[in-house]
């Protein structure tokens, strides 16, 4: 009797033993291992994703700097421009624009070279010439709005061809274990995260590059009408 139980006891640990040491070979598993299980089409998915995280990450950041350059600008630039205007010292005022790098300033110097030309044909080449600037300002950022959208749908195409994966495999095998059906599942719904996390990044990203590509409109038809009213005194 104490011998059928000392084979119980040693049979149980055995059994526990081994399954710890599976459960140890799944939790280790490197992300390589990971991406090799897909098959070709999750590495071709992976490297998509990871090509459209590399974009997003780059047009975020090269949209912030530029917008963030043309934000600064002196508080005092239209003020020293009045000055030069009134003094009839255009040529000043023209050497203070192209010294500023800034929306604002190109915009002034567009309307300084039509000075004595009717109003209506300054405030057309200002308004032709800000178009430019606000397409410049929004350079890429429709880029940045379709990996918003498609990054998710990508990676949600990745766990779908996983899944069918995950299932024609448990269908070719006989001995089907939860451990294989989880393991397939959560293979797949990697490229799920990872396109939704790219998604999130891109989405909030474009809505920030969009609010200050439209504090930087504002500040230049600010500018475009006090300078239109400087003309008209």
């Not at 599976?22 to 990971?34: A, H, L």
């Not at 800000?130 to 990745?158: C, D, Q």
């Amino acid at each position: 009797m104490f011998l059928n139980g000392s084979a119980l006891f040693l049979q149980i640990s055995s059994t526990l033993e081994t399954a710890g040491s599976e459960e140890t070979v799944m939790v280790s598993q490197s992300p390589m291992d990971i991406l090799m299980s897909g098959g070709l089409i999750g590495i071709f998915i992976y490297v998509v994703l990871l090509i459209l995280s590399i974009i997003a990450v780059y047009i975020f950041f090269e949209r912030y700097s530029a917008i963030n350059r043309s934000e600064k600008i002196d508080q005092h630039f239209m003020n020293n421009i009045r000055s030069n205007v009134a003094a009839g010292n255009i040529s000043a005022a023209r050497a203070l624009c192209q010294a500023t790098d800034s929306p604002v300033s190109r915009l002034v110097e567009k309307g300084l070279q039509r000075i004595g030309k009717p109003l209506r044909d300054i405030d057309a080449a200002v308004e032709n010439a800000g178009n430019l600037e606000v397409f410049r300002l929004e350079k890429n950022l429709s880029s940045l709005a379709s990996i918003a959208g498609a990054a998710p749908m990508v990676g949600f195409f990745g766990t779908v061809t996983g899944m069918i994966l995950a299932f024609y495999n448990m269908a070719s095998q006989q001995n089907v274990t939860p451990s294989l059906l989880a393991g397939g599942i959560y293979q797949a719904l990697l490229t799920t995260a990872f396109g939704l996390a790219i998604g999130i990044f891109a989405f909030v990203g474009y809505n920030l590059l969009v609010s200050k590509v439209d504090k930087v409109i504002y500040m230049m038809e600010r500018s475009t009408t006090e300078f239109m009213d400087m003309l008209q005194e």
